[in-house]
C-alpha cells in the first residue's frame, strides 16, 4: 500500500521561503506510470494544484504560482520536495502531496495533509 | 478562478439518488475525476476515467460526461455520502495542467 507523508515547518514568516517534503512508502517514486504533485487547500476553501514533479526531474507548474515555485525530487530517498517563495497570509494553507497517474490527471494515493500558517 | 464550475450545494434525501455536476471546456476532450473530502481529512478518489471507481468505492457511486459537463451520481446516498465533493481534469490550455471545480457540499437529508 503506497503512503505519502508530509514533513516541514508549520510556520513560516511572511517573506520567507515555505519548504515542505514528501516522503512515498509501498511503492518507488521512480516508476515510470506516475507524477508526484502537491495540492493546497486553504481553510474553507477548495484544492488548487500547485504543480507536479516526474521522476526524470520534468516539472509543470500552475501559471497562477510558477514564479514562485520549486518542486524537486530525491529518488535515492524516495521523497519530492515543495519550495514556495515570498510568501504570505494567502499561502497559509494545508498542503498535500499526491500521487497522479500518468495520462488520467487523476490522484489515486494522498498525504493527510500538513497546515502551514504564514504568521510573524 | 477554477476553469471548472460546481455547484456550492446539494441536498438528498437518505436513500435517493442525487447527481452533482461539473462543468468546463477542458471536459469536451478529457474525463473528469471525483474526489470525496470529509472534515478535516485528505480528499479520497471516488471516480476516475470514463467510469471507473478504485478498490473499496461503493458501487453507488458513478460517473458520466456529455459535452462539457461531467457528472457524479450517487445511487441510493447514504449518511456517510455526506461530505466535499471535489472534480478535477486537465485544464483547456493545453499544458497538461491540472485544475479543480470549486467543490460541492452535499447534505444528507
Known amino acids: 500500500q503506497v503512503q505519502l507523508q508530509e514533513s516541514g515547518p508549520g510556520l513560516v514568516k511572511p517573506s520567507q521561503t515555505l519548504s515542505l517534503t514528501c516522503t512515498v512508502s509501498?511503492?518507488?517514486?521512480?516508476?515510470?506510470?506516475?507524477?508526484w504533485s502537491w495540492i493546497r487547500q486553504p481553510a474553507g476553501k477548495g484544492l488548487e494544484w500547485i504543480g507536479r514533479i516526474y521522476t526524470s526531474g520534468s516539472t509543470n507548474y500552475n501559471p497562477s504560482l510558477k514564479s514562485r515555485v520549486t518542486i524537486s525530487v530525491d529518488t535515492s530517498k524516495n521523497q519530492f520536495s515543495l519550495k514556495l517563495s515570498s510568501v504570505t497570509a494567502a499561502d497559509t494553507a494545508v498542503y498535500y502531496c499526491?500521487?497522479?497517474?500518468?495520462?488520467?490527471?487523476?490522484?489515486?494515493?494522498w498525504g493527510q495533509g500538513t497546515l502551514v500558517t504564514v504568521s510573524s | 478562478s477554477s476553469e471548472l464550475t460546481q455547484d456550492p450545494a446539494v441536498s438528498v434525501a437518505l436513500g435517493q439518488t442525487v447527481r452533482i455536476t461539473c462543468q468546463g471546456d477542458s471536459l469536451r476532450s478529457y474525463y473528469a475525476s471525483w474526489y470525496q473530502q470529509k472534515p478535516g481529512q485528505a480528499p479520497v478518489l471516488v471516480i476516475y476515467g470514463k467510469n471507473n471507481r478504485p478498490s473499496g468505492i461503493p458501487d453507488r457511486f458513478s460517473g458520466s460526461s456529455s459535452g462539457n459537463t461531467a457528472s457524479l451520481t450517487i445511487t441510493g446516498a447514504q449518511a456517510e455520502d455526506e461530505a466535499d465533493y471535489y472534480c478535477n481534469s486537465r485544464d483547456s490550455s493545453g499544458n497538461h495542467h491540472v485544475v479543480f471545480g470549486g467543490g460541492t457540499k452535499l447534505t444528507v437529508l
Open positions: 499526491a500521487r497522479e497517474r500518468l495520462g488520467g490527471s487523476y490522484f489515486d494515493y
Open positions: 509501498g511503492g518507488s517514486i521512480s516508476s515510470g506510470s506516475y507524477y
